[in-house]
T-cell receptor, first 115, second 112 residues
């Protein structure tokens, strides 16, 4: 799976949009971009994923650049409960073989939402 | 919504004890995973199961075993707990290999 680079930390004011960037310049054509978050002492929570088109769900939007070398997760109206570590992961969609589809989390971005 | 539950949020055990961690998913997923998460080391795969009674070793299976007798339940067993197995244990499930994985709340295990 391709490597990702994220800023170690970001701040956001409550009610404003939080834009979390991720670089994945070595991404392959069959690799998806996934986003998870982890609130302190809890299990990771799936947020959204995409291949090349922008995606939106009830939690967030995912914007993937045309060359697919970077992406941005957007939380449109951040709340205090969105304070968490956000992980950007790149992985193949059909991950058979020895990888078994395992997830590899990097260091992520610590997002702090303040009042 | 996918629901993955783990038997305990916090567990304290003594060295040498046999420890059972249970995970249950309610979405009829084929695949289930056990990871451990440690500061600075990220998520590491211990074992993976792609069907009932089927299992595969992950990256760090030593000291662990697993059991999957029913599709919805995947158990992680520490045969003889050691202090270096103190960690956060995370269970996940996915419909198929390569599909989105959904995690349980985690079990924080302390081995004294």
């Amino acid at each position: 799976d391709a490597k990702t680079t994220q800023p170690p930390s970001m701040d956001c004011a409550e009610g404003r949009a939080a834009n979390l960037p991720c670089n994945h310049s070595t991404i392959s054509g069959n690799e998806y971009v996934y986003w998870y978050r982890q609130i302190h002492s809890q299990g990771p929570q799936y947020i959204i994923h995409g291949l090349k088109n922008n995606e939106t769900n009830e939690m967030a939007s995912l914007i993937i650049t045309e060359d697919r070398k970077s992406s941005t997760l957007i939380l449109p109206h951040a709340t205090l409960r969105d304070t968490a570590v956000y992980y950007c992961i790149v992985r193949v969609g059909d991950a058979g073989g020895t990888s078994y589809g395992k997830l590899t989390f990097g260091q992520g971005t610590i997002l702090t939402v303040h009042p | 919504d996918v629901k993955v539950t783990q038997s305990s949020r916090y567990l304290v055990k003594r060295t040498g004890e046999k420890v059972f961690l249970e995970c249950v998913q309610d979405m009829d997923h084929e695949n289930m995973f056990w990871y451990r998460q440690d500061p600075g080391l990220g998520l590491r795969l211990i074992y993976f199961s792609y069907d009932v009674k089927m299992k595969e070793k992950g990256d760090i299976p030593e000291g662990y075993s697993v059991s999957r007798e029913k599709k919805e339940r995947f158990s992680l067993i520490l045969e003889s707990a050691s202090t270096n197995q103190t960690s956060m244990y995370l269970c996940a499930s996915s419909l198929w290999t390569g599909e989105t994985q959904y995690f349980g709340p985690g079990t924080r295990l302390l081995v004294l």
